[in-house]
């Protein structure tokens, strides 16, 4: 069974600054999804970017992007030029592509990122 | 542009009251699932469907029912509640192929008594 994992239960930031948040997952599959989703206080899971795994490019997000590095299993997300509205928890999560797994998200427990004016 | 609508948004029940939480969607999603959330767990999978008339259990399925008669609804029930169950409880849809990521609702507050 995938398992992710988040380390970072609480992470702090200056507004106008840059916060890197990590995750690490453990899977035997090749081919998947990852996915950063935030929750602000409203309560609502906001897809913040997405990763396929067979895509070696980073993706980006204007001031959101990703270091991915399959080999390690490491998907850490970094927010550029922090604003007070990115305060938030922050959920790794992952998908399987094929059947037998796609149809579920395995989540971290989450970062709450606090943005310091 | 409905998505996934969720019911209802806050719900206290006493110990062994029975209630079901509501959640359908208007994208056409085959999957469709059911997550808690609770303070330092992450979001943990309850019961999942990958279409009308098949259901399948997740992580934590024990004190909860599902079914799927329809491709856009998919409600949760809870069968005699316990305070363990206190929760946030977020349903949440997806397509099996194309578009990657899943639709949440906006999550229901549990409170058990």
């Known amino acids: 069974a995938q398992t992710v994992t988040q380390s970072q239960p609480e992470m702090s930031v200056q507004e106008a600054e840059t916060v890197t948040l990590s995750c690490t997952y453990d899977t035997s599959e090749s081919d998947y999804y990852l996915f950063w989703y935030k929750q602000p206080p409203s309560r609502q899971m906001i897809l913040v970017i997405r990763?396929?795994?067979?895509?070696?490019q980073n993706a980006t997000e204007n001031r959101f992007s990703v270091n991915f590095q399959k080999a390690a299993k490491s998907f850490s997300l970094k927010i550029s030029d922090s604003q007070l509205g990115d305060a938030a928890m922050y959920f790794c999560?992952?998908?399987?592509?094929?059947?037998?797994?796609?149809?579920?998200?395995?989540f971290g427990k989450g970062t709450k990122l606090t943005v310091n004016p | 542009n409905a998505g996934v609508t969720q019911t209802p948004k806050f719900q206290v029940l006493k110990t062994g009251q029975s209630m079901t939480l509501q959640c359908a969607q208007d994208m056409n999603h085959e999957y469709m699932s059911w997550y808690r959330q609770d303070p330092g767990m992450g979001l943990r999978l309850i019961h999942y469907?990958?279409?009308?008339?098949?259901?399948d259990q997740g992580e934590v399925p024990n004190g909860y029912n599902v079914s799927r008669s329809t491709t856009e609804d998919f409600p949760l029930r809870l069968l005699s509640a316990a305070p363990s169950q206190t929760s946030v409880y977020f349903c949440?849809?997806?397509?099996?192929?194309?578009?990657?990521?899943?639709?949440f609702g906006q999550g229901t507050r549990l409170t058990v008594v």
């Open positions: 999560a992952y998908r399987s592509r094929g059947q037998g797994g796609s149809e579920k998200l395995v």
């Open positions: 469907s990958v279409g009308a008339g098949i259901t």
């Open positions: 990763q396929e795994a067979y895509k070696q």
């Open positions: 949440a849809s997806s397509k099996r192929q194309g578009v990657t990521e899943a639709f």
